[in-house]
Nanobody
């Protein structure tokens, strides 16, 4: 059984930080690129960041560059998204997802390129 479980979301004030975690079980974790996505109410799901299977390649959407860092621990099967200087526009449900292959796709991760999804964790940034 393939499973991704997100955690670390919550309520934070504007300017604050959160670290999201994505724990995986049941599949070849270290062979897959992992992406983070978010979806705000009434909006489409959008890619935030991706990390390749080795951790050697990453990408970020422009609005989070310089304020977010994606990393992975392949021993403990966990991917992290550290988000700093958060603003209310970051309020959304955040999802992690795994690709079938080792590399990130394109400039920013795209939902159709990802096969396995977690249930999401809510991030709310108050002004």
């Amino acid at each position: 059984q393939l499973q991704l479980v997100e955690s670390g979301g919550g309520l934070v004030q504007s300017g604050g930080s959160l670290r999201l975690s994505c724990a995986a079980s049941g599949f070849a974790w270290n062979r897959r690129a992992i992406g983070w996505f978010r979806q705000a109410p009434g909006k489409e799901r959008e890619g935030v960041s991706c990390i390749s299977n080795s951790g050697g390649s990453t990408n970020y959407r422009d609005s989070v560059k310089g304020r977010s860092t994606i990393s992975r621990d392949n021993v403990n099967n966990t991917v992290y998204l550290q988000m700093n200087r958060l603003n209310p526009a970051a309020t959304a449900t955040y999802y992690c997802a795994a690709r079938a292959g080792p590399a990130c796709s394109g400039y920013v991760p795209r939902p159709p390129d990802y096969t396995y999804w977690g249930q999401g964790t809510q991030v709310t940034v108050s002004s």
